[in-house]
């Protein structure tokens, strides 16, 4: 493994910790190159910047003020990380039409991050919304 695709991990964990699960948006604003594209934008956001911060920023952490994520596995190649991770929090507010349920879950998402100069151009993402939506509608 190279340099490069060491520091290309560090970046994004960095962004895992810093922006998905803290908010900070000056990272967010460093880490996201002009063009960048999000390959699988939730429904209903757009695949560039604004819409990637609109989800963290207005529909998930609102919906669990507590995220924390959990990095298990992280594999570089060329430009890519790929990120195996958990994302836990307590579900407060409206989430994928559920109202809070005060329950604490967990769900799975793998994605690819390709990297250029340090900086996010493309994003691909597997969530396990089905695996969160049935927590929340648990009886």
């Known amino acids: ?3 490069e ?4 991990k560090a970046i994004v964990a960095r962004f895992n910790q810093q922006f998905i ?11 996201i190159a002009p ?13 560039g910047p604004d819409g990637v911060a609109y ?3 207005h529909v998930l ?10 990095i298990h596995d992280q594999v570089a190649e060329d430009d890519r990380v790929v990120t195996r ?5 307590t579900h407060h507010a409206g989430f994928l039409g559920i109202p809070a349920t005060g329950r604490t879950v967990t769900f799975g998402v793998i994605d690819i ?13 597997v969530a396990d919304m089905a695996g969160l939506r049935a927590q929340l509608q648990a009886i």
């Open 1 to 3: 493994m190279t340099t």
């Open 5 to 8: 695709q060491d520091a290309n």
């Open 21 to 31: 699960a803290g908010g900070d948006m000056d990272l967010f604003h460093r880490t």
């Open 35 to 47: 063009g960048f594209i999000n390959h699988t934008p939730h429904p209903g956001q757009s695949d």
């Open 55 to 57: 989800f963290f920023n």
């Open 61 to 70: 952490r609102p919906a669990f003020p507590d995220l924390t994520v959990t």
């Open 85 to 89: 991770k958990t994302y836990r929090g």
């Open 113 to 125: 991050i390709r990297l250029r100069e340090g900086r996010y151009l493309e994003h691909w993402a």
